[in-house]
């Protein structure tokens, strides 16, 4: 496996004449070869002067005039196939069947969820706990996520102090492990901020059950720092030993697990593998490479991780590029300059050659008021999962060496949960409202006291 080389000079498209692209150039000259039709026919002067006057001015505006990027052809074939869209009937998938005698739902809803690999299926269970719950149907068998009822065997029982309203829906959850990294060409984006965060939000809000009748469990989420040559998850999380490198120079046994310097951070749940305290670069990088991350994932896999998430380096090395062939997304971060713009026309070019186009998302970081990236993702053909705002409570949680996760609030914490919702659509889920309930509280009181 080879490292890869990143290209120079590489902007959003190719300009052919004019600032246009050939199939945008194409379509100026088509409107003025009919303008040109129109002239040499034989109608009233009037008529044939409109008409070139629109046929030329067509053609000018499907080369130059793009709103949000995205070219008039685009708009109005998305607008096609949203009319067609409409009178589509929908099948039974998602037109679920009411049970007229209990209002339920009878059939399965399916929910999109975003994400590549990831759906979540909503199951309203019968309300005789006798009988069993529905299977889930063969076509998602494979990374699928099942909802229950919410109002199942998890519910809080009257006598705890619990408010029933912050109760977490908690999905079966049947897929497997999940690689997320977060990838940037171009140094000091934030990717290791943002894989922090969204692993945090993961193991403190994330819920599963492994079965509908099971109780509900947190989500197993392990943090990776696999930047050799500059780690700094520790100083996100305030933990500094032990370290990747105390994995790898472990004489004491012959094959030494990686589970065993994996550390808990107690305040949000999080399991996080340390990268080296020292740079691993020159003569020293021979001790971690390919077939070192490749164990290390593996047996994590097989630990029983629903969530790795993986910080990586800039860089486009063997060992990053097998990271991100591994991976199941990529997030490419953006910031708001010129120069992170720039690296990231070059990065996604780089990954698509190799073939990761379908795994890429992509997240602006550090975003401020009048600043639009709508021209630059029309040109990669993608759009943004979330907007983080310029926020100086990320650098001040970092002094405090935890995550932004445990005590922020306001706008920068909601874009950081939009985020890790697309990772995790269970996240998105609305909390079930019991306020009708409350008003018969004191029924549970006194059968308490009684």
């Not at 589509?88 to 739902?105: L, R, W």
């Not at 199951?123 to 990374?143: E, G, I, R």
């Not at 909390?431 to 308490?448: D, E, Q, T």
Request: proline share 8%; with cysteine; charged share 20%.
């Amino acid at each position: 496996m080879r490292g890869v080389r990143i290209p120079q000079d590489l902007n959003g498209e190719d300009q052919f004449v004019l600032g246009l692209s050939v199939p945008r150039l194409a379509a100026l000259l088509l409107g003025l070869l009919a303008a040109y039709t129109i002239l040499h026919l034989a109608l009233p002067v009037p008529l044939q002067l409109g008409a070139a006057g629109m046929a030329a001015l067509a053609g000018a505006a499907v080369a130059w005039i793009r709103p949000e990027g995205r070219s008039l052809m685009h708009w109005v074939v998305a607008a096609v196939e949203f009319k067609f869209g409409q009178h589509i009937t929908p099948g039974p998938e998602s037109t679920p069947k009411v049970d007229p005698k209990q209002g339920t739902e009878a059939e399965p809803k399916l929910i999109n969820d975003r994400g590549p690999r990831l759906s979540v299926v909503t199951y309203q269970t019968p309300s005789t706990p006798t009988q069993p719950s529905p299977a889930a149907p063969a076509q998602f068998a494979d990374d699928v996520i099942e909802l229950p009822e919410r109002a199942g065997t998890d519910a809080p029982h009257p006598a705890t102090d619990i408010e029933l309203e912050t109760v977490e829906p908690a999905p079966v959850y049947l897929g497997g492990p999940q690689v997320i990294t977060f990838f940037s060409a171009k140094g000091g984006t934030g990717r290791t901020t943002l894989a922090t965060e969204v692993a945090a939000l993961l193991a403190m809000k994330g819920r599963y059950r492994e079965s509908p009748s099971s109780r509900r469990e947190s989500l197993r989420v392990v943090l990776i720092d696999f930047d050799l040559a500059s780690a700094n998850v520790s100083a996100r999380v305030g933990i500094a030993q032990p370290t990747m490198l105390d994995y790898l120079c472990d004489l004491t046994v012959p094959h030494p697990d990686p589970r065993d310097y994996i550390v808990r951070h107690q305040a949000t749940g999080l399991d996080v593998l340390l990268g080296p305290s020292k740079c691993l670069s020159g003569d020293r990088a021979e001790l971690f490479g390919v077939p070192q991350a490749a164990h290390i994932l593996s047996t994590l896999k097989a630990a029983g991780y629903q969530f790795l998430v993986l910080d990586m380096s800039a860089n486009l090395g063997n060992l990053e590029t097998y990271l991100l062939e591994t991976a199941t997304r990529i997030y490419c971060v953006v910031t708001p300059t010129a120069g992170s713009v720039q690296s990231l026309y070059r990065g996604v070019e780089a990954l698509r050659r190799l073939g990761l186009g379908p795994k890429l998302q992509y997240v602006a970081n550090k975003m401020r008021d009048g600043f639009n990236l709508s021209e630059p993702m029309g040109d990669l053909n993608g759009s943004l999962v979330a907007r983080i705002p310029h926020d100086p409570a990320f650098d001040s949680a970092e002094n405090r060496h935890e995550p932004l996760a445990l005590r922020g609030a306001g706008a920068s914490l909601e874009a950081l949960r939009h985020l890790a919702a697309s990772v995790y659509p269970a996240l998105q889920l609305p909390v079930p409202s019991r306020s009708r309930m409350r008003s018969f509280a004191w029924l549970s009181r006194s059968r308490r006291a009684g």
